[in-house]
């Protein structure tokens, strides 16, 4: 099998309704879509979700790192040959170098006609996802705390790091309104300090918050340690996790207790099998996370998940409010929990 054609197409899509987060608001987000038409019946489909605020990309920068690199002619299946020769083009643009392992990640699977979960690991058939909240109004934030309820969902994530009183109300006021059988996971994105963050944990140790998400900034990666240190929940690394290095680095550190691991952060499949088999060795729970992204590329951190036992939790909500997604059905939702359509490769 040979590379004869790579097809990259630019993917706008629309938020049902914008998002605020402790540093930036969200309304709409630029993927860019890889296909590699190769000379056998297989086509490898790929994703790139970048984000300038964490990946460094924009849609714009991303696809012109795709359109530099040269793979045309070759074979595919040698996954680590086309990676290698792709590297110069895509070393600066992680969700690029995504978009690539995953395509081919994708035309391995086709090839032998079985989903990718299951040729890394196939641990499990399905895992619940959370989904998370946006920084709202008490009154707005509890409405659709009990609607995603009502969905299905078993467990929320909660923004917040802009005030600390007020995640502290909301956070109340939501497990009040939920009652205790669902999950409360609270992701700061690095708006605290660590005095703020173990404060948090000791005013809402009632309301039983299952993870606190990257409390600190990640400019600062010994702040973790000492929030992780001092409080009694689990404490999970995003934002300071880019790369391999970095996962040894918390884990050789005792940084955190938990990483979420994003291919559009660490560039791929591949590489985020690598940083699993380090917080394995490291005894570290990992939560397989996204960005705003289309559905075929939620599939790939699903196969993820699926895959491997050390993978706890998935955050895997990114397409959910994604306005005409081409790939929409890539993954299936039932009762809070995500599915593959069980089709070869990424199931597409």
């Not at 467990?155 to 109340?172: H, I, P, Q």
């Not at 397989?288 to 559905?295: F, I, K, L, Y």
């Not at 790939?300 to 997604?325: K, M, N, S, T, W």
Request: hydrophobic share 50%; net charge negative; aromatic share 4%.
């Amino acid at each position: 099998m040979r590379i004869v054609r790579v097809e990259l197409q630019p993917l706008p899509l629309r938020l049902r309704a914008p998002y605020t987060i402790a540093y930036e608001t969200i309304d709409h987000v630029d993927n860019v879509i890889v296909r590699l038409i190769t000379d056998s019946p297989h086509t490898g489909l790929g994703v790139a979700a970048p984000d300038p605020g964490v990946t460094g990309e924009t849609g714009a920068t991303a696809l012109a790192a795709l359109q530099a690199m040269d793979v045309v002619g070759l074979d595919p299946l040698a996954r680590e040959v086309v990676l290698h020769r792709a590297s110069a083009a895509l070393a600066t643009h992680p969700s690029a170098r995504a978009a690539l392992d995953m395509a081919l990640w994708d035309l391995l699977g086709k090839a032998a006609g079985q989903s990718v979960h299951r040729l890394i690991g196939g641990f499990r058939e399905r895992i619940p996802t959370s989904i998370t909240l946006g920084i709202e109004p008490l009154d707005e934030t509890v409405r659709q705390a009990k609607d995603r309820v009502a969905e299905g969902f078993i467990a929320l994530k909660l923004k917040g790091g802009v005030d600390l009183d007020e995640d502290v109300a909301k956070t109340e006021a939501v497990r009040a309104a939920i009652g205790p059988d669902v999950a409360i996971r609270f992701d700061a994105n690095q708006g605290y300090t660590v005095e703020q963050a173990i404060a948090y944990v000791d005013r809402t140790l009632a309301c039983r918050i299952e993870i606190l998400e990257q409390p600190t900034a990640r400019a600062e990666p010994a702040l973790l340690r000492k929030v992780a240190r001092k409080v009694p929940i689990p404490v999970m690394v995003d934002e300071s996790l880019m790369t391999l290095d970095d996962a040894l680095a918390i884990a050789a550190g005792g940084l955190a207790d938990m990483v979420n691991v994003k291919l559009m952060k660490v560039g791929g499949l591949g590489e985020a099998l690598h940083i699993a088999s380090v917080a394995r060795a490291a005894d570290l729970e990992v939560m397989v996370g996204c960005m705003d992204e289309s559905a075929l590329a939620i599939a790939a951190g699903l196969h993820l998940a699926l895959a491997r036992p050390q993978v706890a939790y998935a955050d895997l909500d990114g397409h959910l409010d994604v306005l005409e997604d081409p790939f929409e059905g890539v993954v299936i939702l039932e009762d809070g929990y995500l599915r593959p359509t069980g089709r070869p490769g990424l199931g597409w």
